[in-house]
């Protein structure tokens, strides 16, 4: 590589790295401040705002009911996204494109446009009101993530190891779980984190699903910033950012981030 | 084939198979029988249509027409995993996220031996891969040879009735590959247990097998013992495929065959009316190489010939000549590197061969 190749390639990383990180830097710094106000620079350090969080009932709540909602979204999502990702890559479909661009439609459709149609469904159950629906929705707009995630470890793996597990005895149900699972379980790893964090995260269709009473953290947040913004709402949001980061850390301890950098 | 009263392990009847893509059929009205404790080989090029034979014996595939027997009984309604096949796959297929006793213990667990008996198996088919002390490793911790050794015993430890073994050495290099050919054989014949391995290697199937079967273009060419089908291979396809390099083509002579004219000398494995096209077929180790003039005692076919090329191999000198008067080129090997000098590339030399050496065949085929 040339040295002038060197330079643009390196000025590029580091444009990247400072735009993508600055707005976690500048949430970090707001929240370390020892004032009354969002502010950057932060006008004197203390962790004042984080203990005034800590403290905050409301906002406790709301941080366990976008929990139960990530627990239930990942819970519906293992089940259909693995078995969805094996089905589409191993096995020769009739309708194997049609259902991929199908799968792709989540992503396609803008969220505000399934939030309604979700809102609309889970209003004729009479369902709405409680947190299980508000789990499911975000199980399925995100379902595509769950499955590429899936699909990208199912293409990697033999064939000829299923076919092994039956020449050993192996009848269809023992090599699922035996052999196929074992070998795509990196990848639903990987799917069951990214679910659990983008439920956790989710907001617009979130705020379409739920009422006062049931508020998930980012739906609150949400509410707050309308009213007055103050700065325990970026303490509020390095929280969040902790958790991605101890998401990732997860990841990276029992599959490995290569998984990404493999994954089509 | 043996000729012995109880039923053979495995015989295919007229098997097809069709897998109905418009190509040509992979496997077409394949018929054996192989007798228990037999080691036979499929031989064959890529596309031949041998590794999809030994998946409908294993089961993953069914014949399109045809039945399999297995044991005497008919298998095709028999699942996989229900049959009593122990396969070694072409690219091992061990289990990764399990360790090597793991792996060799699953087919034991699969049918439910207890857990006791379990353990002193896997000790024993380790020991019998000459991997004891192993089993607590992982897969790849093993070097390939290793490996083989695991995805043998996983194959053996529930003691099936038939072995398969789906080209398991095509990856490995030469040195470890023959040694594992080797290998192969003193466990069959430590354990007796019927085997049908497929290669493509005419080597492999030379060293390890009782039978041999040819295939190509999904039917089977010639069923025999090595040494039978090494002297007398039943058409030029076999005959290539077995190592034959030098083919002389030419009508059927009261002698042999008239090549270009010329009379030569040999042997014709079928009848052959006189006239007809055919095929002399000649193995490069039963031609004899002179310095031109020198006399080469006892061929019944002697003609002159120029040194085009030489390759030395170590232990024999490959030499390309060519035949003006028969038009054609032959190998030869030569052993005798003292000879070294005389054999210079572009030096007139004599060939001959005797009758019996000079197969002949019918034109139509190869």
């Known amino acids: 590589m040339s040295r002038s190749q060197k330079i643009t390639i390196w000025g590029l990383v580091w444009f990247s790295i400072i735009t993508l990180s600055l707005p976690t830097l500048v949430v970090l710094g707001a929240s370390l401040t020892a004032g009354n106000m969002v502010a950057f620079p932060p006008q004197g350090l203390s962790l004042q705002w984080y203990e005034k969080i800590a403290l905050a009932r409301d906002l406790q709540q709301a941080f366990l009911r976008s929990l139960i909602v990530a627990a239930i979204c990942t819970a519906v999502a293992i089940p259909v996204g693995t078995l969805a990702g094996l089905a589409l890559s191993r096995f020769r479909l009739r309708f194997t494109t049609a259902i991929q661009v199908y799968l792709l439609l989540p992503f396609t459709i803008p969220l505000i446009g399934s939030g309604i149609g979700l809102m609309l469904v889970f209003g004729q159950w009479h369902v709405l009101g409680s947190l299980w629906p508000v789990g499911i929705a975000c199980a399925v707009i995100n379902l595509p993530f769950i499955i590429w995630s899936v699909s990208s470890s199912a293409v990697l793996l033999d064939p000829d190891l299923e076919l092994a597990a039956q020449s050993c005895g192996a009848g269809r149900v023992q090599t699922f779980f035996h052999v196929t699972l074992p070998a795509v379980m990196p990848g639903v790893i990987t799917g069951s984190l990214l679910m659990f964090i983008l439920a956790m995260n989710e907001f617009l269709v979130s705020l379409l699903l739920v009422d006062a ?15 007055i913004i103050t700065p325990d709402l970026a303490a509020v949001s390095v929280v969040f950012i902790v958790i991605a980061l101890a998401v990732i850390w997860l990841l990276d301890r029992l599959v490995g981030l290569e998984i990404f950098l493999k994954s089509k | 084939m043996s000729g012995v009263q109880q039923p053979a392990a495995v015989v295919a009847e007229g098997v097809d198979m069709d897998f109905g893509t418009g190509a040509a059929m992979a496997v077409k009205d394949a018929g054996f029988a192989l007798g228990r404790g037999r080691f036979l080989t499929i031989l064959g090029p890529s596309g031949s249509g041998k590794t999809t034979l ?71 088919y380790l020991e019998l ?65 019927t085997t049908i391995n497929v290669t493509h290697d005419q080597r492999e199937a030379l060293v390890v097998s009782d039978e041999i079967i040819v295939m190509d273009q999904g039917q089977i060419q010639q069923h025999a013992a090595p040494a039978e089908m090494y002297r007398r291979p039943a058409n030029p396809f076999v005959a290539h495929f077995i190592g034959v390099s030098s083919f002389l083509k030419g009508r059927r002579s009261a002698a042999g065959i008239e090549v270009n004219g010329i009379d030569c000398a040999g042997q014709a494995v079928a009848d052959l009316a006189p006239g007809v096209a055919c095929l002399g077929a000649i193995r490069a180790e039963q031609i004899r190489i002179a310095p031109a003039g020198a006399p080469l005692p006892g061929c019944d076919t002697v003609v002159q010939g120029q040194v085009t090329d030489i390759v030395f191999e170590g232990e024999r000198l490959l030499c390309f000549v060519t035949l ?19 054999l210079a590339k572009g030096a007139s030399v004599s060939v001959g061969w005797t009758a019996g050496d000079l197969l002949i065949f019918a034109a139509d085929k190869g």
């Open chain 1, 213 to 227: 009473r049931i508020v998930t953290l980012p739906v609150l947040i949400y509410n707050s910033i309308r009213s």
């Open chain 2, 54 to 124: 030994l998946r409908m014996i294993a089961g993953f595939q069914t014949p399109t027409r045809g039945q399999i027997l297995i044991g005497g009984k008919p298998a095709d309604a028999v699942a996989p995993h229900r049959r009593s096949v122990g396969m070694v796959f072409q690219k091992l297929a061990l289990f990764p996220h399990m360790t090597v006793a793991q792996n060799v213990a699953f087919p034991l667990k699969m049918r439910r031996f207890n857990p006791a008996e379990i353990a002193g198996r896997v000790e024993r």
């Open chain 2, 129 to 193: 891969v000459r991997l004891g002390g192993f089993g607590a490793r992982r897969i790849h911790e093993l070097s390939g040879g290793q490996q083989q050794r695991v995805a043998i015993a996983r194959a053996l430890v529930f003691e099936p009735e038939l072995l398969l073994l789906d080209e398991p050495l095509a990856a490995l290099d030469r040195k470890l590959r023959e040694e594992m050919q080797l290998e192969f054989r003193r466990i069959q014949k430590e354990l007796g247990v």
């Open chain 2, 324 to 342: 003006p008067a028969l038009a054609a080129e032959v190998q030869i090997y030569h052993h005798d590197p003292a000879g070294l000098d005389q």
